[in-house]
């Protein structure tokens, strides 16, 4: 399950880029700015990965341009996905021995200049003070599959990717949407049926929402709630047993090692649990319950890093749940994901260091840094080095 190499036209910082990455380890060296997270970001994309966040895809496109383009030459690993994460509609396993080629391309599309797309969605419209109905350009996302069109969910089938970056650090502490965000990104990365279930699962909870208050406003009546209520349950139940299955599994596997542990806070719906609280949920106006209320912590000897964990004890959590999640990755897809760390050693200290290399060498790796005195010598003995300017 690896990346040969990536090409790049018009993304984010780069007119055109090719990186060819070696099949064990590649160290990404330049100053920031320069573009290394960028190559990582793409590399998340192909694995329908968002590395991060994004206040909209136009920010993917290179300013001043109209489109981009991301391609990488996959080469996958010889053991078959598991039969699980079998397609769902054709009950055929991926193959993940073929190497693919996986296009993304990028389209800016303005309404303002094209009245073919006037009739689009209002969520591509906003008005001006004056009431003016302003028309927003937006991306439109093609994927290509060996150059046969393909969605992309259908990329998840091909390759994995699990990043380590600074930002990741502030997970303990963070809200509970951005783990929420976290855990949903490598579950739908990971296994389809999540894809599909948490896609479906909030596109419910928008919907009942707006039933909740057309209710609250006396436009429409309460019984308009069961067929949502009973599409929340079915697409919320999968959700709630993916969960509970993968924090199972990682502390299993790491087996409170050094003390650390996560604890998953499920917010549980039920038949009887809706038809109690609909009452509340129409004043609110909102779904107050299920799925997308779900929180977890880290814990180091049973008590929450969040509250009482030094620096260094959520540093060394957050760096066991990563090396927790390759195993897991590697338990579903039977092949080990990629792993990316994003100019992450500047901010390790020395046994933060050692368990990061004592990892690096068991599937393809790709670092980041500004400079090479952050990273340990010897990763420069067996890593293939491109330098950006």
Known sequence: MNIQNLSLTNFRNFSSKKVVFDPKLTVILGPNGVGKSNILEAVGLLAATRIHKVDTDLDFVRFGQADAKVEGQIDGDETPFRPDYADASTGRQGSAGQGKTLTINLQIDDPQYSSSERSESKSNRGSSPQGRTIYKP??????????????????????????????????????????????DTLLASINRDYWRAISNYNKIVVRRNKVLQRILDGKSKKSELDFWDERLLEHGKYLTEARQQFFEFINFVNGKRGGYSWQIKQSLVTDE????????????GVTLSGPHRDDFVFLFRDKNLEFFGSRGEQRMAVLALKLAELEYCNSKRGARPILALDDIFSELDWEHREAVLGVIDKQQTIITAAEAESLPKQIFKKSKVVELR
Request: net charge positive; glycine share 4%.
């Open 138 to 183: 937006y991306v439109r996302k093609t994927y290509y599959i060996d150059g046969i069109k393909k969605r992309l969910v259908d990329f998840t089938e091909h390759f994995a990717i699990v990043v380590f970056e600074p930002s990741d650090l502030e997970l303990v502490s963070g809200s509970p949407s951005d783990r929420r965000h976290h855990l």
């Open 273 to 284: 649990k809706l038809a109690r609280n609909r009452d509340r949920d129409i004043a609110a």
